[in-house]
């Protein structure tokens, strides 16, 4: 983990992650819970609102032992059909359900299987922030998507394919926002690969992502 104290300047960092063949141990990693509210700076203070999950070790072993930073992947949600993005054709739901080996509910037919999740790109946060001294370890997901209303208490599934960077202090919070910000076209940069896709890093986990409650 970086040092607390507040980044200086550093070189440029790039803008992809993460091997062009596609994920690589330990990814993909697994997530999923109800949709919390967090600490409520997301889109007041930052501009970016995130959705939250609980950090349970019991529910998600593996997040006692990963570093505390900011990773990217994709993001399902259970969206209820009351929600202005229920049926959102900018997901890529569909294509993942077509790409996945027998997941047809009919393997004589063409057409994919529906599922109720949406799946978009996301990038996520684990750790304490240190900007703000958080206390309490936190996971907090910023969905690449604009949403017409939240989705508090929605399920939601995460497919974890790479880490971005670790976590740091910032001397000011247009530091910390212009660092989110290229977190994120680090996550659409790097996701844009063929390897990348959900189908394509692990059928089982793309599997996993869309399949009914």
């Known amino acids: 983990m970086s040092s607390s104290s507040p980044s200086e300047a550093a070189p440029p960092r ?58 990217f992947g994709y993001a399902a949600i259970d969206l209820p059909t009351s929600h202005p993005n229920a049926n959102d054709t900018s997901s890529c739901t569909d294509t993942i359900t077509k790409n996945i080996p027998n997941s047809n509910s009919n393997p004589h037919s063409s057409e994919p299987s529906s599922s109720s999740f949406a799946v978009f790109p996301m990038v996520m946060s684990i750790g304490y922030n240190p900007f703000y001294k958080n206390t309490v370890r ?22 974890l394919l790479g880490f971005v960077r670790e976590e740091k202090d910032y001397k000011s919070l247009d530091a910390l926002i212009d660092d989110i910000n290229f977190d994120c076209r680090v996550a659409r940069t790097s996701l844009a690969r063929d390897a990348w896709s959900p189908a394509a890093a692990s059928p089982g986990a793309a599997e996993w992502l869309v399949a009914p409650l």
């Open 138 to 159: 936190s996971a907090e997901v910023h969905v690449l998507h604009r949403f017409a209303a939240d989705f508090y208490g929605s399920h939601m599934r995460l497919l």
């Open 14 to 71: 790039p803008e992809v992650v993460g091997p062009d063949a596609g994920p690589e141990a330990p990814y993909p990693l697994k997530m999923e819970g109800k949709v919390i509210s967090g600490f409520g700076r997301g889109s007041k203070e930052l501009g970016i609102p995130t959705a939250n999950l609980p950090v349970d070790a019991t529910v998600t072993p593996w997040i006692e032992d990963v570093k505390s930073g900011v990773y």
